[in-house]
C-alpha cells in the first residue's frame, strides 16, 4: 500500500518560514491535501489539491507538489501555528485515503 | 456555517458493535458525500471510509468486513457501526464532509469535534 512520510517534529522561530514535507513515491501525480491539528481540536483543512486554500485560511500557508515531494509551507509563522500537521492522498492501488503519520510544528 | 456533531457510547465492551450517530446542520446532507475517519490516542489518523449521496459506500479495506455506514435524510444524519470491536478500536472518531471531485481526489472540508469511543470491559 501507498505511505507517506513526514518528519515527526519540525521547529521554528516566529517570523520564520516553515516547511513540512510529504514524501510519496511519485506523490508529483496526485493531488495532496493537508490539515492542521491543534491539541484538543479536529482537523482543519488548509490546502487542497496541492496548492488551494480553502476560504479563511491565510495566505502565509501555501503548498507545492512535485516527483516525490509535496510540500506545506508556512511563511512568517506565528505561536498560533502549533499544531499537528498532516498530509492526504488517494491512494489508487488500494483504494483508500492514505495519510502521512502528522508533523509537529513548534514555534520557539 | 457547516456543523457535524457525533454521539455514541463513549464505552463499548470487547466482541459488541460501536455505533455512532453525525448529525449535520448548516447544509442538507443529501448531495454531499460524507467521511468517517478515527485517531487513537496519541496516533494520527486514520480513514474509515465515505458514505457517497448515493447511499454506496467505500471503506478501508482493513475495516470493510466489520463495517456499515448509511445516510438517514429525513434526520439529516449519518451512522457507522463497527462490529466485533476490540481495543485497537479505541479512537476519537470523526465525521467530515467530503469536498472535491473523485478525479481530482477527495478532500475533507468541514469536520465534527470528534467523539471518544474506548472498548474496554
Known amino acids: 500500500s501507498y505511505v507517506l512520510t513526514q518528519p515527526p517534529s519540525v521547529s521554528v522561530a516566529p517570523g520564520q518560514t516553515a516547511r513540512i514535507t510529504c514524501g510519496g513515491n511519485?506523490?508529483?501525480?496526485?493531488?495532496v491535501h493537508w490539515y492542521q491539528q491543534k491539541p484538543g481540536q479536529a482537523p482543519v483543512l488548509v490546502v487542497y489539491d496541492d496548492s488551494d486554500r480553502p476560504s479563511g485560511i491565510p495566505e502565509r500557508f501555501s503548498g507545492s507538489n512535485s516527483g516525490n515531494t509535496a510540500t506545506l509551507t508556512i511563511s512568517r509563522v506565528e505561536a498560533g501555528d502549533e499544531a499537528d500537521y498532516y498530509c492526504q492522498v488517494w491512494d489508487t492501488s488500494s483504494d483508500r485515503e492514505v495519510f502521512g503519520g502528522g508533523t509537529k510544528v513548534t514555534v520557539l | 456555517q457547516v456543523q457535524l456533531q457525533e454521539s455514541g457510547p463513549g464505552l463499548v465492551k470487547p466482541s459488541e458493535t460501536l455505533s455512532l450517530t453525525c448529525t449535520v446542520s448548516g447544509d442538507s446532507i443529501s448531495g454531499h458525500h460524507w467521511s468517517w475517519i478515527r485517531q487513537p490516542p496519541g496516533k494520527g489518523l486514520e480513514w474509515i471510509g465515505y458514505?457517497?449521496?448515493?447511499?454506496?459506500?467505500n471503506s478501508n479495506p482493513s475495516l470493510k468486513s466489520r463495517l456499515t455506514t448509511s445516510l438517514d435524510t429525513s434526520k439529516n444524519q449519518i451512522s457507522l457501526k463497527l462490529s466485533s470491536v476490540t481495543a485497537a478500536d479505541t479512537a476519537v472518531y470523526y465525521c467530515?464532509?467530503?469536498?472535491?471531485?473523485?478525479?481530482?481526489?477527495?478532500?475533507?472540508?468541514?469536520w465534527g469535534q470528534g467523539t471518544l469511543v474506548t472498548v474496554s470491559s
Open positions: 511519485k506523490i508529483g501525480s496526485k493531488n
Open positions: 458514505i457517497y449521496d448515493s447511499g454506496s459506500t
Open positions: 467530515a464532509r467530503v469536498g472535491g471531485y473523485e478525479s481530482s481526489g477527495y478532500y475533507l472540508d468541514y
